[in-house]
């Protein structure tokens, strides 16, 4: 049969003239090109008018972006500053790394099973529902003091934080996610002998998954955008840490590095995330 | 052996009430009806006439409020395999290919990998989908969705196929092919068919036997023998004239109602 469909298909294919081929590849390169131009318009512009509004002033308390980018080197390979922060990006780098994707695995690990959990059996909803909704809208900053007072200093307190800012989003998309399943799923699973606990783990798992993925891709969001504040907890390294004794030292591009590097390693492991999404779950509508 | 006792279907009595915001319909009353091994039935009505509430009861989804409804004699209670359901929109669970959707029965029921496999590959080949048997349902159209869903219920090694309006939501060719394939899968395989349907010359062209229903409570108001030899031409007198027949009662009803 592939035969028969290639014998159909060949002919059709050569018989359109080579300039139309090239011009309809032209047309897809530009269209490939064109949302990554959009999207460096704006930056740039950014990058001008900052550039304009502080190139070349000696009082100016932002630096320009050339200074910036000069210190950014000097943070990640030294050799024009020389001081305390030059050729110190990994260390911080993979500090932040460590408590991002730590704090948002322990997240991850308590979320998931207890949206599960709340999402199914309505003693569990009942019972623990109303304390979470009301603990929700507490920010991360708020908990800052007690978590230094009942983690102590240090790095335990800073997962503790991403941590708590990871879980929320998680459990919330996990609990609809269970909770939107089409009741016309379960109907046909029990029609075709599918019945009880197989259900949960042969429909409930399946249909929630893009739901509990969009809950952790938004978790490992907020665990970037905590990341400062958990790193307010008297940590020596990490993104959040040189961002706080930066300012206290007045020097802001390093200030300015920090949230760049946070900025793009944020960016990137989102990307990275929504590829596995999308090849996890290519069956969904949603991801395809 | 309980396989061989007919009917195959009995609803003896059957009444199912529901409460709607504080007041009670009468979705189905006093209901009594047989169903011969290898029959056809098509059940037809008005909406409210109970009809889907019926197939529902048979399928186990809901349970009479009285009477009782039994599959080869023994009390049906809950949902099981050996009644397959087809419904108008598909059910199919979106992770899984066309192949995975239509082994999820066998799988479920712990049958051998291998047996699930050549049986998975019997009914594909059956609906004629083995160019989309790793295809994912939002990737078919509405027939192809719909062949799924029949090869699922077949796969599964249903007796009896319940079926929910199942064509009521393509178009008009992919409905006609659907009732060609469906009429040729039924005399190949003797299986029984239960087929709830709005549409009078659906029913016309497919059953041995079509049940009239009417709504307000709904009840089975009557029945038309059809012995029209397949394939049926819906354009012949004879045809018509059950046509008429069938109107005439459909009619009456909404008469006397608006009366």
């Known amino acids: 049969m592939n035969a028969s469909l290639d014998a159909i298909s060949t002919p059709a294919l050569t018989s359109v003239p080579a300039g139309q081929i090239a011009e309809v590849r032209r047309a897809s390169w530009l269209e490939r090109l064109r949302d990554p131009l959009l999207a460096i318009i704006v930056p740039t512009a950014v990058l001008a008018l900052w550039h304009l509004a502080t190139y070349g002033r000696q009082y100016s308390l932002i630096p320009p972006p050339i200074d910036v980018a000069r210190s950014l080197y000097d943070l990640a390979f030294g050799g024009i500053y020389d001081d305390a922060y030059s050729r110190t990006l990994h260390v911080h780098l993979l500090a932040s790394l460590s408590r991002v994707y730590g704090g948002f695995a322990i997240a991850a690990s308590l979320a998931v099973p207890l949206g599960l959990l709340i999402g199914r059996i309505s003693i569990v909803r009942r019972l623990v529902d109303p304390t979470l909704q009301v603990l929700r809208p507490i920010p991360v900053t708020a908990w800052l003091p007690l978590s230094m007072i009942i983690f102590g200093l240090g790095p335990r307190s800073a997962f503790f934080l991403v941590c708590l800012g990871a879980f929320y989003p998680i459990l919330i998309n996990t609990i609809f996610g269970v909770r939107s399943v089409d009741p016309r799923l379960f109907e046909a699973a029990s029609m075709l002998g599918c019945q009880g606990t197989a259900q949960f783990y042969r429909v409930v798992l399946p249909a929630s998954l893009p739901a509990i993925f969009t809950g952790l891709r938004l978790g490992l969001g907020f665990a970037w955008v905590v990341i400062v504040v958990g790193e307010m907890t008297g940590v020596p390294t990490g993104l959040g840490a040189i961002i706080m004794e930066a300012r206290q030292l007045s020097r802001t591009e390093i200030v300015i590095c920090g949230m760049v590097v946070i900025g793009v390693a944020g960016f990137i492991s989102d990307r990275l995330v929504l590829m596995l999404g999308k090849r996890l779950l290519r069956w969904s509508p949603n991801f395809a | ?259």
């Open chain 2, 1 to 259: 052996m309980p396989e061989a006792i007919d009917p195959i279907l009995e609803l003896r009595g059957v009444s199912k009430e529901f409460e709607l915001s504080g007041r009670r319909i009468e979705a189905l009353r006093e209901t009594y009806l047989r169903v011969s091994r290898g029959e056809f039935v098509c059940l037809i009505g008005a909406s409210g006439c109970g009809k889907s509430t019926l197939l529902r009861i048979v399928a186990g989804f809901e349970s009479p409020t009285r009477g009782q409804a039994f599959m080869s004699g023994a009390p049906i209670d809950a949902p099981g395999p050996e009644r397959g359901m087809v419904f108008q929109d598909y059910g199919l669970f979106p992770w899984l290919t066309v192949r995975g959707n239509i082994g999820f029965g066998p799988t479920s029921r712990k049958r051998p990998v291998e047996d699930v496999k050549g049986t998975v590959d019997r009914f594909i080949t059956l609906v004629g989908l083995q160019r989309f048997a790793e295809a994912y349902p939002h990737q078919l159209s509405g027939g192809m969705k719909q062949r799924v869903a029949i090869a699922r219920v077949l796969a599964n090694d249903a007796k009896v196929v319940l079926m929910d309006e199942p064509f009521g939501a393509l178009d008009a060719m992919t409905r006609e092919h659907l009732q060609d394939e469906l009429l040729e899968i039924w005399q190949r395989t003797g299986l029984t068919v239960l087929f709830v349907t709005h549409s009078i010359e659906e029913a016309i062209f497919l059953a041995d036997r079509i049940v009239v229903m009417s709504p307000g409570p709904g009840r089975i108001e009557g029945e038309v023998n059809v012995s029209l030899p397949r394939p049926r031409d819906v354009v012949t007198p004879e045809f018509n004239a059950i046509r008429r027949e069938l109107s005439l009662q459909l009619h009456s009803q909404h008469g006397r109602k608006a009366a």
